[in-house]
């Protein structure tokens, strides 16, 4: 998945607004939402806040969890995730080069996060790419003896 399908599949996720526009429910494909009334609360997929939102149209509610004042040792955690993150592109990487070292052609890759396979699957493909081209650049008499028979 690229980063756009990545953005795509969040602005589903339902997120908290307050109107400051009176409507009544709407009813979509995805679902029903409303209605709609000033300074009362209402879920709306995050798509739709967006939009309301760079319309003037609403407020948006952070979710609770997202409230930093709540969570004690913030930046000891942040500095804590960078770490884990840093330590799981670390390995990543480690195994792809090995992966190209032994020069496989597939790999499994377990346990992966979206965001992981996002930072690293275009560059993985590139690369597979690459190392097939060279290859077949590499012995094109095999290639054309196997074709013949």
């Known amino acids: 998945m ?3 399908e990545v953005e795509f599949l969040a602005e589903k996720e339902l997120v ?3 109107p400051n526009f009176s409507l009544d429910q709407i009813y979509l494909i995805g679902g029903d939402l ?3 009334n000033p300074g009362l609360p209402v879920e709306v997929p995050l798509w739709l806040a ?5 319309r003037q149209k609403c407020r948006l509610l ?4 997202m409230d930093v004042d709540n ?3 913030a930046d000891e955690i942040r500095t804590l995730i960078k770490d884990v993150w840093d330590t799981r592109i670390a390995k990543l990487r480690v195994s792809a080069d090995s992966f190209v070292r ?9 346990n992966l996060t979206l965001m992981e396979i996002n930072t690293s699957g275009a560059f993985l493909t590139q690369a597979l ?8 650049n590499l012995h094109p008499s095999e290639s054309a003896e196997s074709q013949e028979f």
């Open 50 to 54: 967006i939009n309301l939102k760079q």
């Open 2 to 4: 690229d980063a756009a």
């Open 102 to 110: 032994q020069q496989e052609a597939h790999a499994k890759l377990d």
């Open 71 to 73: 969570i004690p040792k």
């Open 129 to 136: 790419n690459h190392m097939y081209k060279l290859r077949t």
């Open 16 to 18: 908290t607004i307050i």
């Open 34 to 36: 409303g209605p709609f």
């Open 62 to 65: 952070p979710p609770e969890w």
